[in-house]
């Protein structure tokens, strides 16, 4: 797998389709897969998380999660091509976990939107199992939740906490969970249970379902304005590396 660096976040040139060709070799054996988000939202603001810049470093997976991560990746002449959304890649994990009967945790969102998109998935993928979920408002406590979800064992664990919380939590807790597959999914659950209504299919093509999203939504609107910002933040990163590789 070829890993390319955006202003020291490592990125890795990689396909839907090889994501999925990995999984068995997680699922039969005790290794852990973690499919986590590389966008410009998680690369501009995690400059000042280390714990989020380790735990992206540690993981399987770091999917360019975003169209500004290739366009970035060309203007820089690196090879991503393609984007790699994390919806997309829940959908495809679910597919899979339906074809081979395959478990499932659905952790975070509010209560009414877990239990509608457990309902959905459900009915969509009747042959996966659906070991459990837990709402992102929960009282129990961290140690609960860890304690309920590795006594339901689940093959695939969905996050959907929302950045930078999921992936913290993430980083504090995949040592201690009894799973093979692990993503970070954002809002997903909310597109999913019918609460959020996702892009147009037109914006989903043309790679604008984030622009779509920040419009109708004041609480991403900002998304707007840090994608030109990571852009020149991230040709700056790749000039100021140049010099300091020609002046050591």
Known sequence: MITEEIMGFP???????????????????????SAISVNPQIIVEGQNRSEIYEFIKKS??????????VLVSKLLGGQIKERVAG?????????YANTYKKSIFLYGAKPEVVADAAEKIQNDYPNLILS??????????????????????????FVALGFPKQEEWL????????????????????????????????FIDI???????SLIDRKRFKRILQLPVFVIKSLCWKVRTRNDKKNS
């Open 11 to 33: 990125v890795d040139v990689i396909t839907y389709n090889e994501i999925i060709k990995d999984l068995p070799e997680y699922l039969q054996s005790d290794k852990k897969m």
């Open 60 to 69: 399987t997976h770091r999917i360019p999660d975003g169209i500004g991560i």
């Open 87 to 95: 919806i997309e890649l829940m959908y495809r994990f679910l597919e």
């Open 132 to 157: 459990g979920r837990i709402d992102g408002y929960t009282d129990l406590s961290e140690t609960e939740i860890i304690e309920k979800i590795n006594y339901s064992k689940p093959d695939f664990l």
């Open 171 to 202: 980083a504090r807790n995949i040592p201690q969970l009894d799973v093979s597959v692990f993503q970070d999914v954002g809002g997903s659950f909310d597109v999913m249970s019918g609460h959020v209504k996702r892009a147009p299919q037109f």
């Open 207 to 213: 790679h604008l379902e984030w622009l779509y999203r």
